[in-house]
Protein backbone atom coordinates (compact mmCIF):
# COMPACT_ATOMS: atom_id res chain seq x y z
CA UNK A 1 0.00 0.00 0.00
CA UNK A 2 1.77 3.36 -1.32
CA UNK A 3 1.11 6.70 0.88
CA UNK A 4 0.64 9.55 -0.95
CA UNK A 5 2.36 12.99 0.18
CA UNK A 6 0.31 15.73 0.99
CA UNK A 7 0.47 18.90 -1.80
CA UNK A 8 0.12 22.16 0.10
CA UNK A 9 -0.88 25.50 -1.94
CA UNK A 10 1.75 28.44 -1.16
CA UNK A 11 -0.96 29.87 0.83
CA UNK A 12 -0.86 26.88 2.63
CA UNK A 13 2.67 27.13 3.61
CA UNK A 14 2.86 30.36 4.93
CA UNK A 15 -0.24 30.17 7.02
CA UNK A 16 1.97 26.99 8.77
CA UNK A 17 4.92 28.93 8.91
CA UNK A 18 3.50 32.19 10.65
CA UNK A 19 2.30 29.64 13.69
CA UNK A 20 5.39 26.99 13.35
CA UNK A 21 8.02 26.44 15.91
CA UNK A 22 10.62 26.13 13.49
CA UNK A 23 11.40 27.63 9.70
CA UNK A 24 10.43 25.11 6.81
CA UNK A 25 11.32 25.20 2.85
CA UNK A 26 8.45 24.81 0.11
CA UNK A 27 9.29 23.73 -2.74
CA UNK A 28 6.62 22.92 -5.59
CA UNK A 29 3.84 22.01 -3.06
CA UNK A 30 5.96 20.00 -0.49
CA UNK A 31 7.27 21.53 3.02
CA UNK A 32 10.45 20.45 4.25
CA UNK A 33 11.86 21.31 7.54
CA UNK A 34 15.05 23.57 7.45
CA UNK A 35 18.08 22.19 10.04
CA UNK A 36 19.14 24.58 12.45
CA UNK A 37 22.62 26.09 11.95
CA UNK A 38 26.05 25.12 13.82
CA UNK A 39 28.43 27.63 15.70
CA UNK A 40 30.28 27.68 12.67
CA UNK A 41 27.74 28.49 10.51
CA UNK A 42 26.39 31.21 12.51
CA UNK A 43 29.71 32.81 12.90
CA UNK A 44 30.43 33.10 9.38
CA UNK A 45 26.86 34.52 8.94
CA UNK A 46 27.17 36.98 11.16
CA UNK A 47 30.36 38.55 10.17
CA UNK A 48 29.34 38.93 6.74
CA UNK A 49 25.80 40.02 7.60
CA UNK A 50 27.88 42.84 10.02
CA UNK A 51 30.66 43.52 7.29
CA UNK A 52 28.39 44.18 4.60
CA UNK A 53 25.92 46.23 6.70
CA UNK A 54 28.75 48.78 7.80
CA UNK A 55 30.21 48.55 4.15
CA UNK A 56 26.82 49.33 1.96
CA UNK A 57 24.94 52.74 1.63
CA UNK A 58 21.50 53.30 2.41
CA UNK A 59 20.70 51.82 -1.20
CA UNK A 60 21.33 48.78 0.03
CA UNK A 61 19.42 46.38 2.00
CA UNK A 62 21.20 43.58 3.98
CA UNK A 63 18.83 40.71 5.29
CA UNK A 64 19.65 37.31 7.23
CA UNK A 65 17.92 33.52 7.17
CA UNK A 66 15.05 35.19 8.97
CA UNK A 67 13.77 36.42 5.63
CA UNK A 68 12.23 34.70 3.34
CA UNK A 69 12.78 34.32 -0.37
CA UNK A 70 10.11 33.72 -2.94
CA UNK A 71 11.28 32.45 -6.42
CA UNK A 72 7.99 32.39 -8.95
CA UNK A 73 9.24 30.11 -11.29
CA UNK A 74 10.62 27.32 -9.52
CA UNK A 75 7.35 27.53 -7.13
CA UNK A 76 10.53 27.79 -4.43
CA UNK A 77 10.21 29.94 -1.05
CA UNK A 78 13.69 29.37 0.87
CA UNK A 79 15.50 31.19 3.48
CA UNK A 80 19.09 31.87 1.89
CA UNK A 81 21.47 32.76 5.06
CA UNK A 82 22.20 36.37 3.66
CA UNK A 83 20.82 38.30 1.49
CA UNK A 84 21.48 42.04 -0.55
CA UNK A 85 19.14 44.08 -2.18
CA UNK A 86 19.84 47.09 -4.43
CA UNK A 87 17.43 49.82 -4.80
CA UNK A 88 13.66 49.27 -4.04
CA UNK A 89 13.10 46.27 -2.58
CA UNK A 90 10.61 43.94 -4.41
CA UNK A 91 7.93 42.09 -1.73
CA UNK A 92 6.06 38.77 -3.17
CA UNK A 93 2.56 40.34 -2.99
CA UNK A 94 0.89 40.76 0.38
CA UNK A 95 3.61 39.93 2.05
CA UNK A 96 6.43 41.94 4.20
CA UNK A 97 8.72 39.18 5.39
CA UNK A 98 9.15 37.30 1.44
CA UNK A 99 11.61 39.21 -0.92
CA UNK A 100 11.45 38.81 -4.26
CA UNK A 101 14.93 40.69 -5.87
CA UNK A 102 18.01 39.62 -3.59
CA UNK A 103 21.21 41.18 -6.09
CA UNK A 104 23.71 39.23 -3.81
CA UNK A 105 22.75 35.91 -1.89
CA UNK A 106 24.94 34.04 0.41
CA UNK A 107 24.99 30.54 1.53
CA UNK A 108 26.87 28.72 4.77
CA UNK A 109 27.36 25.42 3.48
CA UNK A 110 26.77 22.13 5.51
CA UNK A 111 27.38 18.45 4.86
CA UNK A 112 23.46 18.09 4.75
CA UNK A 113 22.81 21.18 2.41
CA UNK A 114 26.50 21.24 0.10
CA UNK A 115 25.30 19.95 -2.99
CA UNK A 116 21.77 21.35 -3.04
CA UNK A 117 23.23 24.53 -2.76
CA UNK A 118 25.89 24.26 -5.42
CA UNK A 119 23.03 22.33 -7.66
CA UNK A 120 19.53 22.64 -7.86
CA UNK A 121 19.41 25.49 -5.70
CA UNK A 122 22.09 27.87 -7.10
CA UNK A 123 19.68 26.33 -10.82
CA UNK A 124 16.62 28.27 -9.01
CA UNK A 125 18.39 31.29 -7.76
CA UNK A 126 19.65 31.84 -11.66
CA UNK A 127 16.29 32.45 -12.77
CA UNK A 128 15.74 35.58 -10.38
CA UNK A 129 16.78 38.50 -12.89
CA UNK A 130 18.27 40.81 -10.50
CA UNK A 131 20.23 37.87 -8.72
CA UNK A 132 23.83 38.51 -9.78
CA UNK A 133 26.42 37.00 -7.40
CA UNK A 134 26.52 33.99 -4.95
CA UNK A 135 28.55 33.39 -2.55
CA UNK A 136 29.38 29.79 -1.39
CA UNK A 137 30.95 29.58 2.28
CA UNK A 138 32.19 26.36 3.83
CA UNK A 139 32.30 26.00 6.97
CA UNK A 140 34.00 22.65 7.59
CA UNK A 141 37.40 24.63 6.14
CA UNK A 142 38.76 27.71 4.40
CA UNK A 143 37.16 27.40 1.22
CA UNK A 144 34.67 30.07 -0.39
CA UNK A 145 33.35 29.69 -3.89
CA UNK A 146 32.15 33.02 -5.63
CA UNK A 147 30.31 33.05 -8.32
CA UNK A 148 29.55 36.08 -10.45
CA UNK A 149 27.24 36.58 -13.57
CA UNK A 150 29.03 38.21 -16.67
CA UNK A 151 26.47 37.51 -19.21
CA UNK A 152 23.03 36.15 -20.38
CA UNK A 153 23.43 32.11 -18.74
CA UNK A 154 27.12 32.97 -18.28
CA UNK A 155 28.84 32.84 -14.84
CA UNK A 156 31.82 32.89 -13.30
CA UNK A 157 33.55 30.60 -10.60
CA UNK A 158 36.40 32.23 -8.42
CA UNK A 159 37.47 30.01 -5.46
CA UNK A 160 39.35 31.30 -2.49
CA UNK A 161 41.00 28.92 0.07
CA UNK A 162 43.33 31.38 1.73
CA UNK A 163 42.85 33.45 5.15
CA UNK A 164 45.07 36.42 3.89
CA UNK A 165 42.85 36.48 0.44
CA UNK A 166 40.77 39.49 -0.20
CA UNK A 167 37.03 38.79 -1.80
CA UNK A 168 35.86 41.43 -3.97
CA UNK A 169 31.90 41.43 -4.86
CA UNK A 170 31.65 42.48 -8.29
CA UNK A 171 27.57 43.00 -8.41
CA UNK A 172 27.80 45.48 -5.05
CA UNK A 173 30.71 48.03 -3.64
CA UNK A 174 32.16 45.71 -1.21
CA UNK A 175 35.60 44.07 -0.12
CA UNK A 176 36.26 41.42 2.70
CA UNK A 177 39.12 39.64 3.85
CA UNK A 178 38.47 35.80 4.54
CA UNK A 179 40.34 36.43 8.21
CA UNK A 180 36.86 38.39 8.53
CA UNK A 181 34.29 35.85 7.33
CA UNK A 182 36.37 33.18 9.43
CA UNK A 183 36.75 35.29 12.36
CA UNK A 184 36.19 32.88 15.38
CA UNK A 185 35.55 29.47 13.03
CA UNK A 186 36.95 26.77 14.87
CA UNK A 187 37.66 23.90 12.41
Not at 14 to 42: C, K, M, W
Not at 101 to 111: G, M, Q
Request: contains cysteine; proline residues 4%.
Amino acid sequence: MQTQERIYSPEEYLALEETADFRSEYYNGQIFPIVSGSLNHNRIAGSLVAALDLALTDNYDVFISDMRLWIPQARLYTYPDVMVVAGALELAEGRKDTIKNPKLIVEVLSDSTKNYDRGEKFEFYRTIPSFQEYLLVDQAKIHLEHYTKTAHNQWLLTEYNDLNTELTCVSIPFRISLSIIYKKVVF
